[in-house]
């Protein structure tokens, strides 16, 4: 079961001070960050995906690319942008999509057949998605219910991708393209799935993604596999878009599952309320300590005369010694909890009471037993919800622990 992480121009800069929040001024972002494969002690994903519509900054995408990254990118290929065989451990592959959420409110993709090859092929990718159309819905009674009022849309995507995959796999194999082509399947219900994926095979697929499954429940998506098992050939490799439930990596495996790609565990660091730092058995609540300068909500407040501009500040000092030297052992957890308190109840009117979270992810000290290869540097600052660095480390991290839950998980499988 192979791991991709999907891109979105993620890096660390290695000469961050934590305590000073400044950076060497020699840095050059572009030669001297690091991608998560480079900051971890090894890389912690099989592959890299790289959603054409991101490298290209289709409105609407995230991470995009400046024109000089995207003019790099071109120039010197997937491998040679991210400095993949600069990493250790196996060769990490690299899988090409058209990034189909970002144009998902669009008539038709954006892009021809011919254009998507350019980019597989001319950037060397290993694998490559067939152009597609989310079908953005779930309703089994669209199997059967004429008048369904979305099946006519939700029919005409699931042909319209199937269409551009016969396309795409003719016009590969014409061209002789150096990539192994994936065709994609979309759906609303398990049957839907099944013949889409029934058709794919018809064409010639082998690999198969199984697109537009970021919404459902896990229940859904193992109905949908269940489905798809019944109609599938031996041989055909399935691969799950956007997908991150390592819970039933058996079940994916029985059902011709060999790969899957999420960003759930990197995000989870700075985007869910309380489920920030991964540990193998447990995942802790991030400290949240905004930046006075750097927080645009702290610093609109401010502007607006709600928080008084000096006090923020020695709050906000206050917490990063107190953690600091809880850290070191010479402050008291209480302490660090009182002063974690008083700046989220001046940040933020202390909305939420954190304090058994906050005293959990102290005690446990999650990052001290932790060898990701940036936690053993950063120490609590890893644990900090405070800037990009600290919350994108933070990430990274979840990454390196999603792959040992992951391996585990397989292994208890096996
Ligand atoms: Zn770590």
Redesign the pocket.
Known sequence: MKFYFPDSQDQVDPTFDFITEERSIYRVRQRDDHYAHEALRSPPFDGLLVSKAIVDGLPGATGKYTVAQRQRFYRTGVRSFFRLDGADGPRIDTLGDCGAFTYVRDEVPPYTVDEVIDFYDGAGFDLGISVDHVVFGYDLAADHDPIHPQRPEWQRRQELTLELAAEFRARARARKVRFEPLGVAHGWSPASYASAVQALQRIGYTRIALGGMVPLKTREILACLQAVTAVRRSQAQLHLLGISRYENVDVFAAAGVTSFDSTSAFRQSFKDDTDNFYALDATYTALRVPQVDGNPKLKARIRAGQVPQAEALRLEGHCLQALRGYDRGVVKIDTVLNALTDYDRLCDGARKDRTEPYRKTLEDRP?RS??????ETAGIE?ALFRGSERNKRRGF?NL??FRQRLHREMKGAA
């Open positions: 990052w932790c060898q990701c290869g940036l936690c890893i991290h390196h622990v």
